[in-house]
């Protein structure tokens, strides 16, 4: 069982930055990558950027060179910088590691951490 820790997130103004953390625990010796996800109100929850356990990184092309995906393999935490923050980055905010095959092999859930972005 590997359990998710999200922590972070808050109110901050439009073009303002925020630094998430998800810390991993349990059996996580044999997870390769983290991502990060966020569900907006109303939205489905979506990819915003993901690890490999190597270094490689991906991003949605709504945050390219904005936000910016870090990981401490000896820590087992995962860190999200997200700089010049928009009202449409206002989300839950997750971390869980990418489903092999689909929605159903995704690990337990953490509580998450709320962004706010105000105009």
């Known amino acids: 069982q590997v359990q998710f820790v999200e922590s972070g997130g808050g109110l901050v103004q439009a073009g303002g930055s925020l630094r998430l953390s998800c810390a991993a625990s349990g059996s996580t010796f044999n997870i390769n990558a983290i991502a990060w996800y966020r569900q907006a109100p109303g939205k489905q929850r979506e990819l915003v950027a993901a690890i490999s356990r190597g270094g490689s990184t991906m991003y949605a092309d709504s945050v390219k060179g904005r936000f910016t995906i870090a990981r401490d393999n000896a820590k087992n935490t995962v860190y999200l910088q997200m700089n010049s923050l928009k009202p449409e980055d206002t989300a839950v905010y997750y971390c869980?590691?990418?489903?092999?095959?689909?929605?159903?092999?995704?690990?337990?859930w953490g509580q998450g951490t709320q962004v706010t972005v105000s105009s």
């Open positions: 869980n590691e990418p489903p092999a095959h689909g929605p159903a092999d995704f690990r337990s």
